[in-house]
DNA sequence: GTACAACGTGCAATCGATTGCACAATACTA
DNA sequence: TAGTATTGTGCAATCGATTGCACGTTGTAC
């Protein structure tokens, strides 16, 4: 095995220093030309690579970024590393993915574990759980780049991108109301996560501003996932006064309503419609497609990348900055009730 | 913002030296517990991280492996990762991901990235273009762990945990002759893969096996997704003597498939059987689910993750390791022609 | 011919942690 | 009481690259 060689052996080569050959790496302007292209010569011929641990220890810059995330398996958040990549790999940095597992602690040690590695940012989408501000604290302290990006949390001097869930929310419902539909109810996940008190939000003014009474029985708090849609759809059909539509917060719930709708025969979107939230890829899959709203993850990324770039580049004067990025609502089969609508 | 605090900090409030703190912080049976204690208690009250780079430099492992592979916004490759971090996270490794967009040029690029960044291994699933292994030697000559895993390619010294390519599309043939299929198609992506050749060894084999003979014009090689199916099948369809099952070695063209014979009427499974491979969690959300050949890619990430842990521990003494792992096809409505099945 | 500028390199410290060797202090043996 | 173990720390080099300062050379001006 050939050890790495180092500037060191560069300079042993050529009878020089280390000091030279650095700078000649560097095309420093007083290196002479004819150093340079030595150097350059015999750092090609001995292979020569850049040792970036000792560049990072000695500049402070480790040129890694960390990503935290609740799941990497999920559609959403693979999507969004995929965009803060397509930012950051050009401009030479790393990502670094750890998962939370939606638990608060595991956040707190990971964010430890990439403080120590010394990242030069951090782009995170806070678990459900977290409700201690500390580790976040401690990460601003180190004055390195906090960005929140989908799930945010109050932090003074941190910057986020999100997406406005409000609007979102408002958008599906007056779809919904446009369509005729009189009863809509709501599935929310975790009314302690902003996102969702947000849809929750932008529901209840969609149904204000077209004149419809908001019922306290037709919000349902669920997990994420096809079996609790299609229990909790069942329980709303079951009530004396069932709903006409439903707008949900989370695609898998979406299609847990529509299969226990199909399974009771409710013609969708003839006597029901359904609308889901993130436009996860399988709602264009089925026969039956979902309406869902898209959260453009791939932008968010890579806009929570930007922004990550723009604070690095600004030094100490640390300003927050909190982007908002607009949904936009796909119309399809599952609610699509009206012609006009195509 | 409170300058980061290191074991020198520690030494001056305890009038040691950094020697002794670093020994101390290690638990060196050569230091007195009077002064573990103390130094202990300092780092607390200081606050003290160690600084990862300054290890690794020292050490020279960075306790960081690369994961290269060609789109993270894959659910395959997304739960590939899932399963390698469920490893390496506990053991104090971080994993650096790094997307080829199937490029080899881009491969070869973020593997001397990786190198330069010291990266104690590299887990690939190499780009589909990859013909070049120079970009692989170059790993191995650092005696640095190379495993390969999904798709691999002939190295000498590297590792690989792959699936059983061939048994599972052997299983999924002879499970669409058992349903009763006489002329079984097949959807190909990219022959020069090892994986797609393997699977239609095991197509081709069993149809030997069954007593169905080969037609060449019932192979079609398209790229993943679902128009590639719909159209591919049209033609099928059109032919003289079309099909009447498809084991296609991709997801999507397989929902391509259904979504187009549905289009022209044909039942599935009735008259068509339809298998699929890589059983994206979209198959089972269909009204009509898919069959499809399970990759288990969580255990593929465990396993390529546990011989690495394997190899760096044995040191000098490089042991390839190839692991086959077992497919599992999971049987569905669109090929579920016979009760006996259920 | 002297003075000063410009140019090109080398010296040595630094980033933070680790470690072989040396050495002082204490404990134990004869 | 001298001599030898044992124990606990310090010294200084090291990992690989960077950089402020110093210094020797050559060139130019008067």
Redesign the interface.
Known sequence: ??K?TTIYDIAKALNITAATVSRALNNNPRISDDTKRMVLETAAELNY??????M??KSGK?K?VGVVLP?????FF??V??GI?EEL?PMGY??????THEDEKKEADVI??L????VDGILISVSRETKNTEHFNQIL???IPLIFYDRKINVKGASSVTLDDYQGAYEATKHLIDQGCKKIAHFTVDRSLEIYENRIQGYKQALKDGGIKFNMNHVVTIESD?EAGKEATKKLMELANPPDAIFSASDPCA?GAI?HL?SINVRIPEDFCVVGFSND??TQ????TISSVDQSPLLMGRTAAKVFLEQINEDDIKIEKQVVLTPSLKIRKSSMKLDSDL
């Open positions: 095995m050939s790495k690579k850049p040792n970036r641990l000792a990072a220890l480790s890694n799941y990497i398996n999920r559609t693979s999507n590393i995929h990549e790999n790393n990502v670094i993915i750890c998962q430890q574990n403080l120590n590695a010394q302290k180190k004055n096809i299609l299969q199909k890829p399988f899959f089925m026969e039956l």
